[in-house]
């Protein structure tokens, strides 16, 4: 409900109710009792404010924190899920089994022990129980080349994530593609948090309208209950990439994160000064001929055909 409507409504009735008591007072010669016009006026104030300013921001407050984050909870899984199943991803199986290493020398450190992730696209729920027993904050820096699968295993983790058992100790992580960030322009909490609420608001619009949902977002952000899932860092200019990263460092260095780059790209800003504190860095590895054939041979139907038996006798 729309306060500056309902607001509107009873200064209308109160206009009214102000009219119509004048002409009554004026047809029955009851002059002397526009004392009594000017009282009833002056509750209808009050009760305007006090509905308006007390019992408006009451309704609206019963969208509370665990409620707000559970829509946006399934906003996430509605869209992302579809996203998968765009890309031909409606299992694990689907996915070719692309191995993530470790990269050490990029990676964050906790005290003597190096934050490591390793694990293979065909099995995601270890990548992301790593991912959730890394202490103090779990980070993570997802790295290859163009096409090596970082966005899909980006995604594949959210959706993970939202599956695991122990979802609700942390929190809701959220996709976000950093190609529409201008970090010159827009500071990145901001961004953030109007990406979410633009994306999760038909999941509310009957209760909230965009403002109201948009400042519920901002208080989520800011206290670290939603997890940013930042993918494309190389799709900035690269004058602005240094910048971007050391403000996401310096907004979210406290908080939970996910970020997908391609690897010559985030290794030339780190080089740069970019720097993310804390992090595991896992990097997809090139794919052997032998598991690439090997895979085609499971995903089509008609492996056995004479078309495909050519081509898998070159291999």
Known sequence: MNRKRVASAFTVLAVFVLVGTSLWFFVTGKGLQVAGMAAVASALGVITTVFVDKVLPHT??????????QRIADAVRVEWSEELVHRFVATERDLVAVRWLPRTDLAGRLGDSDLLISGTMR?????????????????MVLLGRPGSGKS?????????????PQYRQLA???PLSLSSWNPNAVALRDWISRRIADDSFEYVKKDLDRGEWLRIVQRLVTQGRLLPVLDGLDELAEKVRVRALQDIEHTLGGQDLVLACRSEEYSAVKEAGGVLTGVAVAEAQDIELDRAVGYLREMTSNATSEQWIKVYSDY
Do not use: E
């Open 172 to 174: 809701v992580p959220v």
């Open 152 to 164: 899909t295993l980006a995604v594949s983790v959210v959706i993970k994530i939202l599956d695991h």
């Open 60 to 69: 609206q407050r019963t969208l509370q924190a665990p409620d707000a984050l």
């Open 123 to 139: 099995d995601v729920s270890a990548i992301v129980d790593q991912f959730m027993q890394l202490r103090p904050r779990r980070r």
